[in-house]
Nanobody
Framework: QVQLVESGGGLVHPGGSLRLSCAASGRIFRINDMGWYRQAPGKQRALVAS???????NYANSVKGRFTISRDNAQKTVYLEMNSLSPEDTAVYYC???????????????WGKGTLVTVSS
């Protein structure tokens, strides 16, 4: 099976930075789009940023200019560099990837379990 494991969350002061990582493992044939979503308390999960297999990116308006998504295809890892963090960025951040597996031959969306980012003074 496929696993996505996030890391890098934690507590940071307003204006600070964090870097999230998400590594995929399992019987993977190909990873297509990868992305980061977040869910704040009392709110629905929403897209933060996404990146295609060739590096095209898309960002939510609220994070443009502050967050940068990147990926290392050889390492099957996606990153989210977060700068100028504010309390409004506090949320559980989830990794998502569209993956084609080897056995069975199946393409679907997979989710990590999430990592908590808390921005507070």
């Amino acid at each position: 099976q496929v696993q996505l494991v996030e890391s890098g969350g934690g507590l940071v002061h307003p204006g600070g930075s964090l870097r999230l990582s998400c590594a995929a493992s399992g019987r993977i044939f190909r990873i297509n789009d990868m992305g980061w979503y977040r869910q704040a308390p009392g709110k629905q999960r929403a897209l933060v940023a996404s990146i295609t297999s060739v590096g095209s990116t898309n960002y939510a308006n609220s994070v443009k200019g502050r967050f940068t998504i990147s990926r290392d295809n050889a390492q099957k890892t996606v990153y989210l560099e977060m700068n100028s963090l504010s309390p409004e960025d506090t949320a559980v951040y989830y990794c998502n990837a569209n993956i084609r597996t080897i056995t069975p031959d199946y393409t679907g969306n997979y989710w990590g379990k999430g990592t908590l980012v808390t921005v507070s003074s």
